[in-house]
């Protein structure tokens, strides 16, 4: 079982920069892939990006150059840095985890196990 809790969300100007970061519990955190997906009122949930090790990052083509994924597996945390923020942002950030996966899928909400609560990020124009 793993747990996961986002923190960071909040307020900020379009242009300006967040970042979130989600806490897992649990072992062996290193063999998780780690996405990132976020929903805007009245929307569904989408992907923003998913680390799978240390390096190998992937991203939507909405925040790809903007935001960048990373992971400190001795903190059992995984981090999304926001840059140039934009007022399409604002969501509610979800982490979510998943220890069993194909590369290919992992854009799918399907794929993970594991959900945090979110946490919401507004940004102002």
């Known amino acids: 079982q793993v747990q996961l809790v986002e923190s960071g969300g909040g307020l900020v100007q379009a242009g300006g920069s967040l970042r979130l970061s989600c806490a897992a519990s649990?072992?062996?955190?290193?063999?998780?892939?780690m996405g990132w997906f976020r929903q805007a009122p009245g929307m569904e949930r989408q992907f923003v990006g998913v680390?799978?090790?240390?390096?190998?990052?992937y991203y939507a083509e909405s925040v790809k150059g903007r935001f960048t994924i990373s992971r400190d597996n001795a903190k059992n945390t995984v981090y999304l840095q926001m840059n140039s923020l934009k007022p399409e942002d604002t969501a509610v950030y979800y982490c979510?985890?998943?220890?069993?996966?194909?590369?290919?899928?992992?854009?799918?909400?399907?794929?993970?196990?594991?959900w945090g609560q979110g946490t919401q990020v507004t940004v102002s124009s």
């Open positions: 680390i799978i090790w240390s390096e190998s990052a």
């Open positions: 979510a985890a998943t220890q069993f996966f194909a590369s290919a899928t992992l854009s799918s909400l399907e794929s993970y196990d594991y």
């Open positions: 649990g072992r062996a955190f290193s063999n998780y892939a």
